[in-house]
């Protein structure tokens, strides 16, 4: 059993950044993929980002590649999601899960954190 949880959402203006947290307790598996996913309002969840255990290895959906950057820190076990050059329809709740392969899917992902709302402002 893997406890996931976000923090580091708010509301900033358009062109700011903030900094999402994963934390996770019970100790990710290694070789578990990290991903952020995102549900704006009105619309299904959506794929953001993920990373590899050993933080080699991350990909980005298109709509935030070049703005968003995700890390991992091995000593706190948690997952970064760095959001820079904000817009308003990045508004969106933000939510981090775990998965033991490589994965944009939202119902592959095994366990999930309760997501942190982000808010955009123009």
């Known amino acids: 059993q893997v406890h996931l949880v976000e923090s580091g959402g708010g509301l900033v203006r358009a062109g700011g950044s903030l900094r999402l947290s994963c934390a996770a307790s019970?100790?990710?598996?290694?070789?578990?993929?990290t991903g952020w996913f995102r549900q704006r309002p009105g619309k299904e969840r959506e794929f953001v980002a993920f990373?590899?255990?050993?933080?080699?290895?991350?990909y980005y959906s298109d709509g935030v590649k070049g703005r968003f950057t995700i890390a991992r820190d091995h000593s706190e076990d948690t997952v970064y999601l760095q959001l820079d050059s904000l817009i308003p329809e990045d508004t969106a709740v933000y939510s981090c899960?775990?998965?033991?392969?490589?994965?944009?899917?939202?119902?592959?992902?095994?366990?999930w954190g309760q997501g942190t709302q982000v808010t955009v402002s123009s």
């Open positions: 899960a775990v998965v033991p392969h490589y994965s944009t899917t939202p119902t592959e992902y095994r366990y």
């Open positions: 019970g100790r990710t598996p290694s070789n578990w993929v």
């Open positions: 990373i590899n255990w050993s933080g080699t290895s991350t």
